[in-house]
T-cell receptor, first 112, second 112 residues
Framework: AQSVTQLGSHVSVSEGALVLLRCNYS??????LFWYVQYPNQGLQLLLK??????LVKGINGFEAEFKKSETSFHLTKPSAHMSDAAEYFC??????????FGAGTRLFVKA | EAGVTQFPSHSVIEKGQTVTLRCDPI?????LYWYRRVMGKEIKFLLH????????ESGMPNNRFLAERTGGTYSTLKVQPAELEDSGVYFC??????????FGPGTRLTVL
């Protein structure tokens, strides 16, 4: 069975500071891993995905994530937070890209 | 190109009533998924259609939920009779093969 754990339901950073959102996964097969973002009153938008190619994955809006098999982690980072990054972020895992298992979400707050 | 659309955006019903949610996927996407987020918890998979066939319905909570996708285009998710614990946001997504899933804005269901 697959599962995802996101550490921290809320994260607050100052504008310009590093963003680090943590995600650990469990999967019995090589996983597909995703980060999605949800802005208020909108659907989920894919930020980036890992599908067994390069372990460092670059996404939209300056975000990136690194797949670390030994740590079963897929943490999301952005060097410098912007006010527009305030949203809820979801880490997710999938066996073959179909049924997707989501974490509980981390709400990111950005302080001016 | 139009994205995934869902109707209604909000629905408020009383316990015991019936509600039908609709999802229109992106044109040409054979894969359609339903997910649900209850009370700020994780987003949970409900089921996956490939065209008009149910590929995976392992996440359907009980037999009060009925999903259909006649003709392999739009899909409906009916809850009958609705219970209090069915309240939440119901997301639909579609994809071409096992590529990126595009999500709709969700239907917020409130059962009183």
């Amino acid at each position: 069975a697959q599962s995802v754990t996101q550490l921290g339901s809320h994260v607050s950073v100052s504008e310009g500071a590093l963003v680090l959102l943590r995600c650990n996964y469990s999967s019995s097969v090589p996983p597909y891993l995703f980060w999605y973002v949800q802005y208020p009153n909108q659907g989920l938008q894919l930020l980036l995905k890992y599908t067994s190619a390069a372990t460092l994955v670059k996404g939209i809006n300056g975000f990136e994530a690194e797949f670390k098999k030994s740590e079963t982690s897929f943490h999301l980072t952005k060097p410098s937070a912007h006010m527009s990054d305030a949203a809820e972020y979801f880490c997710a895992v999938s066996e073959r890209g179909f049924k997707t298992i989501f974490g509980a979400g981390t709400r990111l707050f950005v302080k001016a | 190109e139009a994205g995934v659309t869902q109707f209604p955006s909000h629905s408020v019903i009383e316990k015991g009533q019936t509600v039908t949610l609709r999802c229109d996927p992106i044109s040409g996407h054979d894969n359609l998924y339903w997910y649900r987020r209850v009370m700020g918890k994780e987003i949970k998979f409900l089921l996956h259609f490939v065209k008009e066939s149910k590929q995976d319905e392992s996440g359907m909570p009980n037999n009060r939920f009925l999903a259909e996708r006649t003709g392999g285009t739009y899909s409906t998710l009916k809850v009958q009779p609705a219970e209090l614990e069915d309240s939440g946001v119901y997301f639909c997504a579609s994809s071409h093969e096992n590529n990126e899933q595009f999500f709709g804005p969700g239907t917020r269901l409130t059962v009183l």
